[in-house]
């Protein structure tokens, strides 16, 4: 059984290893194309970890790519494509940044408040889509990229200062007003000149042990992953397809509401025009190449942190910062495609095997054998 | 021993809810929409709805979100779905903006649909070649056009004149044409705002009005599409690998071959839908112009019930809702209201025909919503107005994914040799 | 069939054709000789029209437009199979989609016909109209191979008949000189399988009660199929109710209702007592159903899974799966290596994926895994499809031993060695309805075929002087 278990870590590896490589390979091409030294910008980049500040930044992203790519990968688990996590954290985060500020609690209830406000709005939006899918047959790639653009317009009505929004005098910025210091969440600093990393990094990290414990160590995750494998399968043993669709979904907005809190809770305490945008892509990008597998989603959420933060001081050294974003998408097709060849081969190797060992007599001593 | 065989058979009843509507039919359907758009522009005043100004824009916009929507038709009628639509007619305003303002708008309209169809390739040889899930792959295609575009731009726009980092220089513009006397009669009729006969003239002279020539290739492309799907051998083979791949494979048909194909042209078209966008529509590429049209188009096929001619009219309604939204928006979203309460009125009498009393209640508290809001106020938020193309297509897909029918094979892995 | 199709390539043998030897290597081959098959699973497109369907790949022949019209429209007078071409083929019903597959082999010149199986889904009516159609084919100098499981059709239609037993011809009839007594000896052999002398474990004490089961189904063109009509049985603790049938007379529904993956349109299912009609397919497992899946890859198996889930599959709710909410992979992977040991899973171990066992070890896990939960009812769906001999003597042994201790089981199978060898009561399926019950250590072969294939029904007795 041990041969078994060394051919499965191989394989394992093999996906992303020969994504990444094919990945770097072409993005060394691309600057090769443009005139621009390859081998410098890989110096330059890991030279930037090794600078304390750059290093927190990069957990601190890390962290909120970690939830945004977990939420995701609830969806992929389940064969669905939830691509509105984006909408779903930013108007999570509105809401409860909006509700945060209005309310004052003592510190750790003012906190969880938050925290279970956008949860639920979270899982309010990306249930609508679940809903659509479940009662018209909707396909969810489109209605969560359509509420996506309708949860921009939605948050940046709600945030005009004539209805919830703060306008600070001689400022452009429209915000939902500070949170109260009961509602931060205290962060590790690391030194005076490095930051702090965010507090709820940590409750990332603790979200992503739970996803693992839900789906393989539940009845209910057993379910969820049969109906992602085999949804005729899982038919027959007895799940109810379409609440599974629904749940998932509800899942993946509640977890896609918590992608904004590490910024909200230990940064910048309220909700303004200039939150960032754009993680929910940047979470399929991770969630495809860590395969759904929450360490692997750390680990690529810490390279693609990497690349992001790394890669923003180049235009002083004469490269473009774009880079990044190409080497991002060659990153992602090289992994989806790369996972297939590996899982194809994966598959018949496997088969292989199992014939050969059996063919050796290698097969577990049955009671039949036992009585001869 | 042999009983009365009757072979011959009277026309079998169609069942299962599905009724193919006949060209008379979907005439009166949209006469009767026209008089009621016009009845509500009366009742709101608000007569830029069917200005020639108007239908002209939204003629304009329509165009793009067509042309995706005959992306992602290609592409879907040979079985793959084209998520990637957007990330290809990202392709195409680059490439399309890059070639326009070197050497003319049509070398950069060539680029553009080359650039794009370079885009469907890639989607090709990963679902068909390499057998990836569709959607992953499409989004994936997404990711690298914004990172390939921003990239390339800081070579070449950014050192050009009038250019930069995000957006290039002023383009060339393709000539328009307006038919002289019939424009001028068609304005003048509309600007009497008289029921019907005005809205009609608008109609009629947003087409005829300040034309793209463009444009005119993009709505001959309906008509081709049609021709060559539906009435060629070629078309018939690039279907049947939607349909039934497996039956295509056992008479001889190289599914690989025309899956390619089609994904190949589906990205060509978007591109030109993005050629358009940055040359016909702006005169100028700028990061995020597209914002989320290729999905929209998608939207439209459905819509459309995949076929050209639907999805025609999806685009146009998709486009309207946009130029309604760029030209004066708040009051026009506003008699939109009213047109969306009366129209759900209809569909209460309709529900309460077919004694589907929950729904036709559902509707009727909508319906008694809108004529609230339309009533309390003056008009729609700018936010709402942005939104409204968004929602639109939310509410048509709601309303109609279960009554279309999707080419069977559609979004299936295929691989060879699966024919018994 | 496959090869004479070009779909296959045979090891040793010759084909000939019009006296000339030939070697096929693809269906391309095949349809340039002038062979055309009919499917059983009809390869048509359903959104298309018959046209479009009959001109797919052959567009070259008369185009695709209205040449190719007058061409079908032609040979369909010419046949008399009153297809319309510009019809809509999800409008059409079974009888004119097989008329329309007829008509696809006929466009491309084929003189030699083959039909696999062609009125497995046609109601008398329909089989009736096919014939004719065949007549007249015949007629035209046309030859037809009909493949058949049904007697009585096969001595109305045929010249002459050929019987092929697992794999080798055993012989020819001439169809005017025999009877369906001969063929079906033929056919299943004159020996059938003599049960084993035994103990009857039957008990008296009911454990699954059916009570007027009903299912319907309408076609595109308004003929209502009863897909099951007024179903009714019992099985008693200890029993093991066989039913045979030919595939596609309703065992697939029926089962599927009694599993609760499809809700029938009438009739009452109790088990020990309790009625489930309307439970969910869940807490009916939980209440002690065991399922052996027809099709274990889509209903059985999570081929991508190692086995220690697959042995979870279907009963995560239970012991000793989980405790509670939480799953408890140790146990379950304790109790699948005592599954292996058991019941003879040959595996090198229980993290391999279901997918890399042989079906016939696949098979086995299910069994073990089913058995594990001590059901009170078995239903077995063709439980030793597609698995070795070897792995067959063991899951029937499992069967024999469960019964033994209490277990009731619905046996549905198509292989009459595993019916007779395992039943106590014999019921036979056709057209939705059990038509004939028969005593095991009794019936006789012809009796189990004609009651099978629709000719008899009733009580069937031994009745060594009756004649067909």
């Known amino acids: 059984m041990k041969k078994f278990d060394k051919d499965r870590l191989i394989l394992g590896f093999a996906g992303p290893a020969l994504a990444l490589v094919v990945a770097f390979a072409l993005s060394t091409l691309v600057l090769l194309i443009s005139n621009r030294d390859p081998f410098e910008l890989y110096r330059l980049l890991f030279e930037q970890v090794s600078y304390s500040d750059v290093q927190v930044l990069i957990i601190n992203q890390a962290g909120t790519y970690y939830l945004a790519a977990l939420a995701v990968a609830v969806g992929f688990r389940m064969n669905l494509f939830n691509i509105g996590v984006d909408g779903q954290y930013r108007l999570a985060a509105m809401v409860a940044a909006l509700v945060g500020a209005s309310v004052t609690l003592p510190g750790p209830l003012q906190i969880a408040l938050i925290v279970i406000v956008a949860m639920l709005v979270g899982a309010f939006w990306a249930g609508i889509a679940g809903i659509l899918k479940t009662t018209r047959g909707v396909s969810e790639v489109v209605a969560t990229i359509m509420l996506n653009s309708i949860s921009t317009s939605l948050i940046a009505w709600l945030i005009l200062p004539t209805n919830f929004g703060d306008q600070a005098a001689g400022s452009n910025n429209l915000t939902t007003g500070e949170i109260p210091e009961a509602g931060w969440f205290p962060g590790l600093p690391l030194s005076p000149d490095a930051g702090e990393i965010y507090g709820f990094t940590f409750v990332a990290a603790g979200c992503g042990l739970v996803y693992w414990l839900v789906l393989n160590r539940t009845r209910f995750g057993f379910d969820l992953r049969a109906t992602g494998a085999s949804e005729s399968a899982a038919q027959a043993s007895g799940v109810d397809a379409k609440k599974m669709i629904l749940t998932s979904m509800l899942i993946s907005g509640a977890i896609a509401g918590l992608v904004g809190m590490p910024t909200l809770l230990g940064d910048t305490h309220t909700y303004s025009l200039d939150f960032p945008v754009g993680l929910g892509f940047t979470g399929i990008t991770i969630a495809l190449l860590g395969r759904n597998h929450p360490v692997g989603i750390a680990l690529s959420a810490l390279l693609i942190a990497f690349l992001d933060k790394a890669s923003s001081p180049l235009d002083q050294f004469g490269f473009e910062k774009e880079i990044a974003t190409i080497m991002q998408g060659l990153i992602v097709i090289s992994v989806v495609v790369s996972y297939e060849l590996v899982r194809r081969y994966g598959t018949r190797r496997q088969q292989q095997k199992v014939g050969e060992e059996l063919a050796a007599g290698h097969a577990l001593t049955t009671e039949k054998e036992a009585a001869l | ?420 | 069939m496959k090869i004479l199709y070009g779909m296959q390539k045979p090891d040793e043998g010759t084909i000939a054709v019009n006296g000339e030897q030939v070697s096929f290597s693809n269906p391309g081959d095949a349809i340039a000789r002038g062979i055309g098959m009919v499917h059983q699973h009809f390869m048509l497109a359903d959104n298309f029209t018959v046209l479009e369907n009959v001109v797919l790949g052959g567009e070259k022949l008369h185009g695709i437009g209205s040449a190719a019209r007058r061409k079908i429209e032609e040979i369909s007078d010419a046949y008399g199979l009153g297809v319309r071409p510009d019809a809509l083929v999800e409008d059409l019903g079974v009888a004119d989609r097989q008329r329309v597959e007829i008509l696809k082999v006929l466009y491309r010149g084929a003189r030699i016909l083959i039909l696999d199986e062609p009125t497995a889904v046609l109601v008398p009516q329909e089989v009736d109209a096919l014939f004719a159609n065949l007549r007249e084919l015949k007629a035209e100098g046309l030859t037809v191979i009909f493949i058949s499981h049904k007697l009585g059709e096969v001595l109305s239609v045929a010249d002459e008949i050929t019987v092929i037993r697992r794999g080798t011809t055993v012989g020819t009839a001439d169809p005017a000189n025999t009877t369906t007594k001969q063929l079906a000896e033929l056919m299943v052999g004159s020996e059938l399988p003599s049960p084993e002398t035994r103990e009857s474990t039957v008990t008296d004490v009911p454990m699954l009660k059916v009570e007027g089961l009903s299912l319907g189904a309408t076609d595109p063109d308004g003929v209502v199929r009863e897909v099951l009509s007024g179903i009714g049985f019992t099985i008693h603790k200890g029993e093991v109710l066989g039913i045979a049938g030919v595939e596609g007379n309703g065992q697939t529904e029926l089962i599927e209702a009694l599993v609760g993956m499809r809700t029938p349109d009438g009739g009452v299912i109790s088990l020990d007592g309790d009625d489930i009609s309307r439970t969910p397919t869940r807490k009916r497992r939980e209440s002690g159903i065991g399922y052996i899946p027809e099709d274990r890859h889509r209903h059985g198996v999570l081929l991508d899974a190692p086995l220690w889930e697959n042995r979870i599959l279907g009963h995560v709710t239970e012991k000793p799966n989980s405790r509670g909410f939480l799953l408890d992979p140790k146990a379950a992977r304790a109790d699948t290596e005592r599954i292996v040991r058991e019941y003879d899973v040959r595996t090198p171990g229980i993290e391999v994926t279901a997918a890399s066992l042989s079906g016939g070890n696949q098979q086995k896990l299910i069994v073990g895994r089913e058995m594990s939960h001590n059901p009170k009812l078995l239903i077995a769906a063709h439980p030793t499809r597609g698995v070795d001999v070897g792995a067959q003597a063991q899951i029937w042994d499992q069967i024999r031993e469960a019964r033994r201790e209490g277990l009731a089981v619905l046996l549905i199978s198509a292989d009459l060695d595993e019916l007779i060898g395992l039943s106590d009561t014999l019921r036979v399926m056709y057209r939705g309805q059990l038509v004939a019950d028969a005593d095991p250590a009794t019936i006789t072969p012809e009796e189990l075929g004609s009651a099978m294939t629709g000719a008899a029904a009733g009580h069937l007795e031994a009745a060594p002087e009756d004649e067909a």
């Not at chain 2, 700028?286 to 939207?299: D, K, N, P, S, V």
């Not at chain 2, 995949?306 to 708040?330: E, H, Q, Y």
């Not at chain 2, 036709?360 to 729609?380: E, G, K, M, P, R």
Request: overall charge positive; some cysteine.
């Open chain 2, 1 to 420: 021993m042999s009983t009365e065989v009757s072979a011959a058979r009277v026309a079998p009843k169609k069942g299962g809810g599905r009724r193919r509507l006949s060209l008379p039919v979907v005439l009166l359907i949209i006469a009767g929409a026209l008089a009621l758009v016009s009845l509500v522009r009366l009742i709101s005043g608000a007569n830029d709805v069917t200005s020639v100004g108007q239908v002209s824009g939204a003629l304009e916009l329509a165009v793009p979100i067509g042309l995706a929507g005959l992306g992602g038709l290609w592409a879907e009628r040979a079985g793959v779905v084209n998520i990637g639509l957007e990330g290809m007619m990202i392709l195409g305003t680059w490439f399309g903006a890059w070639a326009g303002f070197q050497w003319g708008p049509w070398v950069g309209v060539l680029f553009g649909i080359i650039g794009g169809a370079l885009g469907g390739l890639l989607h090709a040889v990963i679902t068909v070649t390499f057998g990836v899930n569709h959607i992953v792959s499409g989004v994936a295609i997404n990711i690298l056009a914004v990172g390939v575009t921003r990239y390339l731009s800081n070579f070449t726009f950014a050192d050009a004149p009038g250019g930069s980092s995000k957006q290039s220089p002023r383009l060339e513009e393709i000539d328009k044409i307006t038919v002289p006397g019939l424009s001028d009669w068609m304005q003048d009729l509309q600007q009497h705002h008289w029921f019907f006969v005005s809205d009609l003239a608008g109609i009629i002279g947003g087409l005829v009005t300040g034309l793209s020539l463009l444009t005119v290739v993009a709505l001959l492309l309906i008509p081709v599409t049609w021709f060559v799907l539906w009435r060629t051998a070629f078309g018939l083979r690039l279907r049947s690998c939607g349909e039934s791949p497996v039956a295509a494979e056992t008479l001889g048909v190289n599914v690989y071959k025309y899956k390619y194909i089609a994904v190949t042209i589906s990205g060509g078209l978007a591109g030109l839908g993005g050629a358009f966008l940055a040359i016909v529509a702006t005169s100028i590429y700028q990061e995020g112009q597209t914002g989320g049209r290729g999905y929209i188009g998608l939207a439209a096929m459905i819509f459309g019930n995949w076929m050209p001619g639907g999805m025609a009219l999806g685009a146009g309604l998709f486009g309207f809702t946009d130029s309604l939204k760029l030209r004066g928006g708040a009051e026009n979203v506003h008699a939109m209201l009213l047109l969306l309460a009366i129209l759900l009125v209809i569909v209460v009498f309709w529900q309460l025909y077919r004694k589907k009393y929950l729904t036709a209640l559902i509707s009727a508290a909508i319906s008694a919503l809108l004529f609230t809001w339309y009533f309390l106020t003056d008009q729609v938020p700018s936010q709402f107005v942005d939104a409204a193309p968004y929602v639109t297509t939310l509410l048509v897909l709601a309303l109609s994914a279960q009554r279309l029918r999707m080419p069977k094979a559609d979004g299936v892995p295929y691989r060879k040799g699966e024919g018994k």
